[in-house]
């Protein structure tokens, strides 16, 4: 049985460098095709902060590209972060499966971790960073 829904605090791109304002349109929610991911990439080329922002029929999850368990990237080719079955996140690398209401890894080798959430928000169709 997996453990009730709950996270850490979202990464905020005011923290990254170079990263944009909060206000800042990242793209529209038609823009990101169904069960499909948009992939932002900001900071530095020595310290860049990629993160993506995936579509699950009305919601919308933000979360840092990058692997708990080691810090490798979790998509399998650019942009595609689900399972075959298209109901959790999937890393490439090691196979850690991960929630996408939260981040919680409760399959792989960092179960019990969290992706790192990234602050969006979505209003009038359009992604915003938050």
Same mark, same amino acid.
Do not use: S
């Given at each position: 049985?997996?453990?009730?829904? *709950?996270?850490? !605090? ?12 909060? *206000? ?18 900001? !900071? ?22 990058? /692997? ?10 650019? *942009? ?24 919680? /890894?409760?399959? *792989?080798?960092?179960? !019990? ?18």
């Amino acid at each position: 049985m997996l453990p009730k829904l *709950g996270k850490p !605090g979202p990464a905020y791109l005011a923290d990254v460098p170079n990263a944009p304002q909060a *206000g800042t349109v990242l793209c529209r929610i038609d823009d990101i095709p169904e069960n499909g991911a948009a992939v932002f990439t900001y !900071g530095t080329e020595e310290d860049p902060f990629e993160f993506f922002v995936q579509r699950i029929g009305e919601a919308v999850y933000a979360y840092r590209n990058l /692997c708990p368990h080691v810090a490798l990237p979790m998509d399998w080719r650019p *942009g595609v972060f689900m399972d075959p079955q298209r109901t959790f996140f999937l890393c490439a690398n090691h196979g850690a499966v991960f929630r996408p209401e939260d981040g919680y /890894c409760f399959a *792989g080798p960092c179960r !019990g971790q969290y992706l790192t959430a990234t602050a969006i928000e979505v209003r009038n169709g359009i992604v915003y960073v938050a």
